[in-house]
Structure formats: C-alpha cells, structure tokens
C-alpha cells in the first residue's frame, strides 16, 4: 500500500466521522486498557464504533471496547477514542498510527495519550498516574517506515520534547489543585504481547526506562511528525516482572485500571479546558 493510499485513507475516514457530530473536537483524547470513563463523563456526545469508520483499525483485545466519542468536556470539543489497536494484534505500524492521523485531519492540534504501563522505576506504585516525560521506542517498528507522506510532515524531524513540556506543566498544577502530586517518567514501547522478563525489566531499567507497555510510542511518532501536540500519562497497573511477587495478568492490568478512572477522568477534566485555550505551541 503506498502513502498516497494512507493520505486519502484518513480523508474517506475523517469525513465519515464529522458526519457524526456538528462539534469541532480541539483536543483528542486516547483511553488506554482499562481507562474508558472519561469517554462517559462527556457531554452532548455521539458515539461511533472503529468498524463504522472506513479504513479504521478494529481491535477485539478484552478491555478495548473501540469507540469514537465526539462530544464536550465542559466548553472544549473533543474526540475521544476509547481503546486502540496494538502491533501484537498483528496490524502494521501505519495502521496503529491511522486514527491520530484521522484526528489531524479532523482539525485537530492536541492530543493526550493514555495508557496501562508496568513500573519499572522504585517507587512507582499501582494506581498512581504517571506523565510521560520521553520515550524508548523498542517495537523495532515506526509508523514512517517507506515513502515519506510530505502531506503529514518531513522525512527527519525532531523528536526532543515530543511529549510537550507545557503540558506536562500544566497537568502537574492541575494534579497540585486537586491535592495530587504527580511524577514523570520514560516510557519503554515494546511489541509484546508477552510481558517481559525479569531479565528484561533490568535492562530496560539501565536503559532509563521507568515505565513499560506495549502501546503509545507509534502514535506519538506520527502526532509528533505531523506537528500534534502531545500530552502522555500512563497507569502504573502493576510493577514489571521481577519486582513483584504477584503473577502478571490482564486482568490485573484492568483492575487497576478501573481503580484509576477517577482520577484520570478528573485530572483530564482539569487539563483539557486549559490546554485548548494555550493556543499553538513553539
Ligand atoms: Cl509489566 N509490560 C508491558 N509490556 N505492558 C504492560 C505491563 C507490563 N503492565 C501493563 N502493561
């Protein structure tokens, strides 16, 4: 499939989804495994499915309900998309970038991505929310591999900074009102879908890695080169392997989840309205 198709791929796809809703989302929101509350706490929304949307990735991993939200939080539109695809579910990388890529065509200039992380860092502990500070991209793929899609953005581009420091900023004094304090980590992306191994927690760990999942890292590549603008925050759901005792399940992941809803959806609830009014970055 040539670039060119992927171009007028997010068109015949953006198109079908302003047909939805009369709003025009400012801010798109990614929930990760476990962490669709918030799609719930909109207003004035319309709901679609992934598999309404033409050329949009269906997941079926337990826990990714894939649903497109339109709708207010307070006075910002936004575009939610509850859960997302994965590499391990064997779509490409150009595929698990499709829906950002549909929301820079909706018109769309930030976007905060969420997501289930195991902590790698000491101190992390399950429940707690976590802003992206940088990423390891350790898939072994990228969303840009062949022809360049000069509509999207360069060929090279910079990725210092790709998770937005006034964001970060924002979402902490954000925390600080509601009484949170809130700490940053790096995010290692791996392919899964086997969880690691102790051996593999401890190098990531010398490699600077403080969080892990499986998600995220294809995404911002494809926001960051077409210029979105990025917010991270990760749900510690459980410590990586080896640090503890407990085996690692999906379920525990979703538990979890559920148990951090609220206080994404807070937080979310606080950043969002802010973000929108920062106007363009740089
Ligand atoms: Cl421990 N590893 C990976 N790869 N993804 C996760 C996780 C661990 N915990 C939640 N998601």
Redesign the pocket.
């Known amino acids: 499939m040539s670039s060119l198709s992927i171009f007028s791929e997010t068109i015949e796809a953006t198109a079908c989804i302003r047909k939805r809703s009369p709003l025009q989302p400012k801010v798109a929101v990614v929930l990760g495994s476990g962490l669709g509350a918030f799609a719930g706490s909109l207003t004035n929304s319309k709901c679609m499915r992934f598999s309404e949307a033409p050329h949009f990735p269906v997941s079926n991993v337990q826990g990714h309900s894939g649903r497109i939200h339109i709708g207010q939080c307070g006075d910002t539109p936004v575009l939610v998309m509850q859960g997302r695809v994965h590499a391990y579910e064997g779509y490409k990388p150009s595929q698990v970038a499709f829906p950002v890529r549909v929301m820079k065509q909706l018109g769309i200039e930030q976007v905060i991505v969420t997501n289930?992380?195991?902590g790698i860092r000491e101190g992390l502990q399950p429940g707690e929310l976590v802003l992206i500070e940088d990423h390891i991209n350790l898939t072994g793929y990228n969303p840009l591999c062949g022809v360049n899609e000069e509509r999207f953005g360069p060929r090279f581009f910079d990725m210092t900074n790709a998770y937005s420091p006034r964001l970060r900023k924002l979402a902490h004094s954000v925390a600080e009102q509601h009484g949170h304090s809130l700490k940053e980590g790096v995010y290692i992306g791996?392919l899964?879908p086997s969880?690691?191994t102790p051996a593999e927690i401890r190098a990531f760990r010398s490699m600077g890695a403080d969080l892990?999942?499986?998600s995220t890292v294809q995404e911002v590549i494809a926001a960051r080169h077409m210029g979105l603008e990025v917010l991270g925050i990760s749900c510690v759901?459980?410590l990586?392997?080896g640090l503890q005792n407990e085996e690692?399940t999906h379920e525990e992941?979703l538990e979890t989840g559920k148990r951090t809803e609220a206080q994404l959806t807070q937080l979310l609830q606080g950043v969002i309205p802010q973000m929108a009014g920062l106007g363009r970055e740089d």
């Open positions: 289930a992380a195991g791996v899964g969880f690691e892990v999942g499986m759901t459980n990586a392997a690692l992941v």
